[in-house]
């Protein structure tokens, strides 16, 4: 079954790793408010997580490129987060959340990106579209949000190791199955690495997505809470996530037809002013039902965003530096982003509430879209018209 084809295989993993991921970037800060914890804790224990990330997804980025094989470092991160996992749900003080949080984030956090990496690799060598591939990570994503939502209303929240280690453990039987793509046989070298991350052409455009991502990873963090403060259950937190992501299933699905028919900067501009208006909406709304049809707009939003920056990316990247590339540019975007969110977004309920929250996340969506039509304009244009 696991050998008809490359894509085959990667759509398999791609729907488990999403799945496994979904326990914990959905779950996990209902799990900390469960156990008593202060939202301003919360936030800080959360930032652990991107933070790990920031340092460690590049190294795992890089030792991809340099084995020539994700398959060996997907293998190794999936051992690492679930031997981790086993401690870290265990352990009761502050002090220990922070640590194994760190540990576990180091080897939970390249799971996905180095997955997408290997999408897209594997998309262009068999002709498809990145979109028709990455959509089963999403599927994944959104069904086991729905289901564990409800799992977890007769379980209990305390209980959310078992499904992680559930869903792990099959990502890790599949991740033996899947096949490396080899895109160039160049040797690469640290130095070649350290050039990429000060392309200006990269790191501005980095600087300018986090205005956007870290609206999308802060909701990422406090949907649940902002459901719980409106009234709702753990239940509706699940069914909200797989709204969204079966919106954004049918999105990529359907991406062949609408995709690379504009510059990537025009959608990305797009997708910041969905969020701006998603944002906006949420933090005015007055029960929790209402989240469900704003939810709607997640997969525009996010599709577009995801879609267009992968693929800016992937273009201005040199092919011996694609995974390293992709990892760094999940670090920044997803990773930095996430640590901002988590730590901002904690201090802000702290103190006002997650009405205010939102507010400010629609102001930043706004700006971001502001900021890549005019970097767009002035600049990438100008080069376009040259080239």
Known sequence: MFRRNKSFTLM??????????????????VYFRDIGLPTSQIGLILAIGPLA????????GFMS?????????LIMCLIGSIVISMVLFQ???FIAFVIFMFLFFCFLSPLNPLGESLALKTAT?????????????????????????????????QNILYPFLFFGFFTFLISLKITDVQTSKKQVTLMDAVKMGMDPKLSVFLLIAVFIS????????YLGIHIVELGGQESLIGLATFIGIMVEVLFLATSWLWFR?????????LSGLLYALRWFLMSVITTPEMILYLQLLHGVSFGLFYLAAFQYVTKILPKELQATGHVFFITIVFGLAGMIGSLAGGAIIEYFNSFVLYRILAYSALLGSLFIYFYYTLIIKKQDIQV
């Open 261 to 269: 028919k504009l510059h990537e900067f025009i959608f990305i501009g």
């Open 65 to 73: 490129d340099r084995w020539r094989s994700t398959k060996k470092v």
């Open 125 to 157: 060598e068999e002709g498809r579209t990145f979109g028709s591939i990455r959509l089963w990570g999403a599927f994944g994503f959104g069904l086991t949000a729905l289901i564990s939502g409800y799992l977890f209303a007769i379980i209990g929240i």
């Open 53 to 60: 990330a920031i340092l460690t997804q590049p190294f795992w």
């Open 91 to 93: 352990v009761q003080s």
């Open 12 to 29: 398999i993993f791609l729907f488990f790793s999403f799945s496994t991921t979904t326990i914990i970037g959905n779950y996990l800060p």
């Open 214 to 221: 870290v609206t999308h990873r802060t909701n990422d963090n």
